[in-house]
């Protein structure tokens, strides 16, 4: 079993920044990888980036990619999203989640274990 809790979320403005943190407790493995997802009011939610314990590789959804950073301190079981160059659009319930590391990152279904999710607002 693994419990994940995010923080970080709140409210900036376009431009601004922000750094999200997922803090992961129980059984863990270098083979497991660290993904974000958000979701916005009435749309489904989608993927924002991954990243591998055990690897330095990581994936980002376009609409992110060049704004966005995940990272991982592995002695610390925590993931982190710097999220740079904030747009109204960026706005949604930002959720962690963690499984061992599928092809499918980007998909939903890959992932057992979530966090309970944290709200990043960004005003126009």
């Known amino acids: 079993q693994v419990v994940l809790v995010e923080s970080g979320g709140g409210l900036v403005q376009a431009g601004g920044s922000l750094r999200l943190s997922c803090a992961a407790s129980?059984?863990?493995?270098?083979?497991?990888?660290m993904a974000w997802f958000r979701q916005a009011p009435g749309k489904e939610r989608e993927f924002v980036a991954v990243?591998?314990?055990?690897?330095?590789?990581?994936y980002y959804a376009d609409s992110v990619k060049g704004r966005f950073t995940i990272s991982r301190d592995n002695a610390k079981n925590t993931a982190y999203l710097q999220m740079n160059t904030l747009k109204p659009e960026d706005t949604a319930v930002y959720y962690c989640?963690?499984?061992?590391?599928?092809?499918?990152?980007?998909?939903?279904?890959?992932?057992?274990?979530w966090g309970q999710g944290t709200q990043v607002t960004v005003s126009s």
């Open positions: 989640a963690t499984n061992w590391y599928s092809g499918n990152y980007y998909d939903t279904g890959s992932y057992r274990f």
């Open positions: 129980g059984r863990t493995s270098t083979n497991y990888a």
């Open positions: 990243i591998r314990w055990g690897l330095s590789s990581t």
